[in-house]
């Protein structure tokens, strides 16, 4: 069964910091990709970053975010990270791991989602 936990969430003044983790099983780390999206409330769900588990390569869209985030994965750990920089109150939002056996930077198809997790940017 696959499975991601998400983990890392909080409260964070602006300006601050926050790296985001997600714990995978279930699955073969190599064979998936596995990104990170966010749906703030009342928004559609979007991505934040994705990341090859076969090459470690990775993918940003355009979104608010780019630029202030990295994501990275550990592989014997089965382990992918977001780090988040100069976070802003616009980034408040309910931030979910997600993976898919296909190659597709698309993560609004991917198969397997976690829970996710809440990120409040607040002072």
């Known amino acids: 069964e696959v499975q991601l936990v998400e983990s890392g969430g909080g409260l964070v003044q602006p300006g601050g910091s926050l790296t985001l983790s997600c714990a995978a099983s279930g699955f073969a780390f190599p064979g998936y990709t596995i990104g990170w999206a966010r749906q703030a409330p009342g928004e559609e769900r979007e991505g934040v970053g994705c990341i090859s588990g076969k090459d470690g390569s990775t993918y940003y869209p355009e979104s608010s975010l780019k630029g202030r985030v990295t994501i990275s994965s550990d592989n014997a750990k089965k382990m992918v990270y977001l780090q988040m920089n100069d976070l802003k109150p616009g980034d408040t939002a309910v931030y979910y791991c997600?993976?898919?056996?296909?190659?597709?930077?698309?993560?609004?198809?991917?198969?397997?989602w976690g829970q996710g997790i809440q990120v409040t940017v607040s002072s």
């Open positions: 997600a993976a898919d056996p296909s190659l597709s930077w698309y993560i609004a198809d991917y198969d397997y």
